[in-house]
């Protein structure tokens, strides 16, 4: 497998995938949206809440704002285990992690609770993002309130998702068939498409290979083409893996983690299969 690196900042990360196959891919792109562990707030207790809202609607939004998770992978308990003990209503250390949160209307005006305005028992484990607004607050109203986030993974809720976006894509082949093709007299393939994939060079019709990553495979040229030159189809075995990461983790980790979250079930299965389970032991 070739990897190639085409685009990569502080949340996202856009890769060239050489000599895979679809499933292979569509396996690390799920693992990356369900299988990779964040922290998120889990239970919301209310202390007073004299706002607007409703507390579930205010536990909702806690649970949704994103918490910096790097180091917590490896100081709090897995995901299983931290649920098994939060069913229990045993509020472990070793699991959970307190934010609260309290504020008060301001006379005359609106106070805006944020997300920075939230108090975190672990400095490891803090909205990746202030600015994030919770509630807003009149006068004489109030809110107090602990929450407990814990590790967790896309597939039991979507808040602890690492990603916001993980999309893989087709690359595109585009060829033209000169036989057929009437340029200069016919030109709407170079006219319609929008991201300059066939463009005019030299006195003739071509292809630009540098560009085919940008095609969106949107067949405008093989519909607008009068004698059917043009044909858009895609490699074999090659795509585009792109990911937006909510801010908990790199976009880097999130990768590595989603790998070793496949190795792991892979190992389990061949180790299942070695000892005879679900082979009546033969
Ligand atoms: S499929 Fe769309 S984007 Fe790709 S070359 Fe044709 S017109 Fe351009
Ligand atoms: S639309 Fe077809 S005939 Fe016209 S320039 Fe493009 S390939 Fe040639």
């Keep these: 497998m070739d990897v190639e690196v085409l685009k990569r900042d502080d949340v996202s990360l856009k890769l060239l995938v050489k000599g895979v196959k679809l499933h292979l891919l569509n396996s690390i792109r799920r693992a990356l949206i369900a299988e990779v562990p964040v922290m998120a707030v889990d239970y919301v207790v209310f202390m007073e809440n004299s706002s607007v809202f409703y507390d579930e ?33 045993i509020f472990s250390e070793d699991c959970f992690v307190k934010l609260e949160l309290s504020g008060e209307g301001v006379k ?20 990746v993002y202030d600015k994030i607004p919770i ?23 979507i808040k602890w998702s690492p990603v916001s976006v993980a999309a893989h894509k087709y690359v595109a082949s585009v060829k033209i068939d000169e036989g057929k093709c009437s340029y200069p007299q016919c030109r709407r393939c170079i006219e319609v498409c ?72 892979l190992n389990t299965l061949k180790k299942a299969l070695l000892e005879g389970v679900g082979y009546g032991g033969g």
């Design 194 to 265: 929008p991201r300059q994939v066939i463009v005019e060079k030299e006195g003739s019709i071509k292809v630009d290979e540098g560009k085919l990553l940008e095609c969106s495979l949107c067949r405008l040229c093989e519909t607008v083409c009068p004698s059917e030159a043009v044909k858009v189809s895609w490699k074999e075995d090659e795509y585009i893996l792109y990911f937006e990461s909510t801010g908990s983790l790199t976009p880097k980790r999130i990768l590595i983690e989603a790998t070793k979250v496949l190795e792991d079930k």
């Design 135 to 157: 509630i807003q607050l009149l006068e004489n109203q109030r809110v107090k309130l602990e929450a407990y986030a814990r590790l967790g993974r896309g597939r039991e809720h």
């Design 108 to 127: 005359g005006g609106v106070k805006t609770l944020y997300s920075g305005d939230l108090v975190s028992g672990d400095p490891d484990v803090k909205p």
């Design 57 to 89: 609607y205010i536990a909702h939004r806690l649970a949704l704002i994103p918490l910096s998770s790097e180091k917590a992978l490896e100081k709090y308990k897995s995901p299983e285990e931290c649920r098994e003990a939060g069913e229990r209503g």
